[in-house]
């Protein structure tokens, strides 16, 4: 087995003594959007948050993929 270590985009205060976590996700989350909410596109790392729109075009396409999953056809992703 191997350990593969992380590093989170944030610093964290814990570091990478502990396994990560939801709190740690939630946390770094809330760190993207607080990062990009004040620097704009001058973040302190290079993935900004995900926007309403991309957020609804995913479930667009989850939904076409269960939809395709249960007939056993292609679904066309709704929007498109």
């Known amino acids: 087995m191997l350990d593969v270590p992380y590093q989170s985009a944030y610093k964290t205060i814990s ?13 770094q989350m ?7 909410l004040m620097n704009g596109e001058n ?3 290079s993935f900004p948050c995900a926007t309403p729109e991309e957020a609804a075009q995913s479930h667009r396409l989850f939904t076409a993929g269960l939809a395709s999953q249960r007939t056993g056809e ?3 992703v709704a929007g498109e």
């Open 43 to 45: 973040m302190q790392q």
């Open 15 to 27: 570091g990478a003594i502990f396994e990560f976590g939801f709190s740690d996700a939630i946390l």
């Open 30 to 36: 809330w760190a993207a959007f607080c990062d990009e």
């Open 74 to 76: 292609t679904v066309p």
